[in-house]
């Protein structure tokens, strides 16, 4: 039991220590990238896994974890993921952080089933199967944690992502319904759902990204290590009483309807 007037213990909350958590889409030093590097940090062992074994191997030697290249939509390389997930943690398998996920652009019917499928595929199927198989291994060493990023474009309307935005809703609700099923076993799942953030490839973009600061409330994008730090929290025990929920790390971004602004307003 907690002492909740013991400062000393509250900070025991935030470790990690010898918790084997897995990070799909850990390469490439975007969120997975700045979540593993967070949770080693706190003591836990970390698995980094990427489709490419070049940037799974790059983040695992820099956190001193296990890395593992798979194809995270396909259910046979995420048994023998989960199958070696538990060899490598035994008992001490805690938890699972899933980053996986990309959008496309277009109209509704520009988009053909294969890239229907894609889309589908990457950011819904893979959480899917990560539920499927790692939950019921999470319940079996008496709970765990499981934390997904969905997007605000599952909440409202993304305009020229209607494809995206139908996979991140669902992924929304799919993690409501797993909470609802593995709560009584000892199993958390959560979403963060990220607004604009921003990466090394939108370099040749910065009027887009001013616009879109100038409309969000904290007045600037996100990066990396705002999504990562609620990542961490969703895993250590400071969100120990949260399962089902989805929260917006968007600057504000969904507070209001983005009416526009007049000068008196700014003032």
């Not at 940037?55 to 194809?71: H, I, P, Q, R, T």
């Not at 209607?162 to 809703?169: E, G, L, Q």
């Not at 969703?234 to 983005?258: E, F, H, P, R």
Request: proline fraction near 3%; hydrophobic fraction near 45%; charged fraction near 20%.
């Amino acid at each position: 039991m907690i002492d909740t007037k013991d400062p000393a213990d509250h900070r025991a909350l935030t470790r990690l220590d010898g918790r084997g958590i897995i990070v799909l889409g850990a390469g490439g030093e975007g969120m997975g990238t700045a979540t593993a590097r967070l949770l080693a940090a706190a003591g836990a062992r970390v698995m980094c896994v990427d489709i490419r074994e070049d940037l799974a191997s790059a983040v695992a030697d820099e956190v001193g974890g296990e890395a593992y290249a798979a194809n995270v939509t396909d259910r046979t390389e995420m048994e023998k993921l989960f199958a070696h997930a538990d060899r490598v943690f035994g008992k001490h398998f805690a938890g699972l952080v899933d980053i996986v996920g990309g959008g496309g652009r277009g109209r509704l019917a520009s988009f053909d089933d294969a890239a229907i499928d894609q889309l589908l595929a990457l950011n819904l199927r893979q959480a899917l199967l990560a539920i499927q198989i790692g939950a019921p291994m999470l319940a079996a060493r008496g709970g765990g944690t499981m934390a997904f990023v969905g997007s605000i474009a599952g909440i409202a309307v993304a305009p020229g992502q209607p494809i995206y935005a139908m996979a991140k809703a669902g992924l929304h609700h799919l993690v409501r319904q797993a909470a609802d099923e593995f709560g009584p076993r000892g199993v958390r799942l959560n979403v963060v759902a990220p607004g604009v953030v921003e990466r090394e490839r939108w370099a040749d973009k910065a009027d887009m990204l001013s616009r879109i600061a100038g409309e969000t409330p904290l007045r600037r994008v996100g990066n990396v290590r705002d999504v990562a730090n609620v990542l961490y929290f969703l895993m250590t025990d400071l969100s120990s009483y949260m399962t089902g929920t989805v929260l917006n790390v968007d600057g504000g971004k969904m507070i209001g309807a983005n009416l526009p602004r007049t000068q008196a307003d700014e003032d």
